[in-house]
T-cell receptor, first 113, second 114 residues
Framework: NAGVTQTPKFRVLKTGQSMTLLCAQD?????MYWYRQDPGMGLRLIHY???????AKGEVPDGYNVSRLKKQNFLLGLESAAPSQTSVYFC????????????FGDGTRLSIL | AQSVAQPEDQVNVAEGNPLTVKCTYS??????LFWYVQYPNRGLQFLLK??????LVKGSYGFEAEFNKSQTSFHLKKPSALVSDSALYFC????????????FGTGTRLKVLA
């Protein structure tokens, strides 16, 4: 079982460039999430989705957009990258229900110069 | 506001000694609590959860956690630490206000010394 797969694993961008991070899960999970992890700040929620075709804003949504056209995929887009978006991005998914743990991918390390 | 606090940025313990990583929470209603571990260059891995029932929850790799409702705490414990337990540990609570979110602590780095 692949679980949660994130692509790419590493990327370097120049300020103003755009890119899309892909998250794919093969566990038929309803919920999917995008976080960023920065030193000393733990995990901060960017956007999340509770089902195919739905998205919602998290704690730090500015500068990011998301789409969930298929249940198994959750895309995170940066329209015009800024150095402040240099971070490690994690995707997670979970089953429906308050007692369900999240399953995480191994992250995308993004540097913006 | 709902929140999770991990008061220690780092915990050092000698191999073979018991370890405790602290977590306190603030939520309305019944809490759903989780512990995760993160190894270098990897995503978070689920260790254990508390939903209801016994206050002592057992999880993966010999870890357990003690739920204390009066102190609003959910401390992670292990009777005998291994060097391989060295990692970053996160406590999380499920938001109970219907937003489908999880609230994470800032993480505690555990260093087990040989």
């Amino acid at each position: 079982n692949a679980g949660v797969t994130q692509t790419p694993k590493f990327r370097v961008l120049k300020t103003g460039q755009s890119m899309t991070l892909l998250c794919a899960q093969d566990m038929n999970h309803e919920y999917m999430y995008w976080y960023r992890q920065d030193p000393g700040m733990g995990l901060r929620l960017i956007h999340y989705s509770v089902g195919e075709g739905t998205t919602a804003k998290g704690e730090v949504p500015d500068g990011y957009n998301v789409s969930r056209l298929k249940k198994q995929n959750f895309l995170l887009g940066l329209e015009s990258a800024a150095p402040s978006q240099t971070s490690v991005y994690f995707c997670a998914s979970s089953y429906w229900g308050e007692n369900q743990p999240q399953h995480f991918g191994d992250g995308t390390r993004l540097s913006i110069l | 506001a709902q929140s999770v606090a991990q008061p220690e940025d780092q915990v050092n313990v000698a191999e073979g000694n018991p370890l405790t990583v602290k977590c306190t929470y603030s939520v309305s209603g019944n809490p759903y609590l989780f512990w995760y571990v993160q190894y270098p260059n990897r995503g978070l891995q689920f260790l254990l959860k508390y939903i209801t029932g016994d206050n002592l929850v057992k999880g993966s790799y010999g870890f357990e956690a003690e739920f204390n409702k009066s102190q609003t705490s959910f401390h992670l414990k292990k009777p005998s630490a291994l060097v391989s337990d060295s990692a970053l540990y996160f406590c999380a609570v499920r938001d109970t206000s219907g937003t489908y979110k999880y609230i994470f602590g800032t993480g505690t780095r555990l260093k087990v010394l040989a």
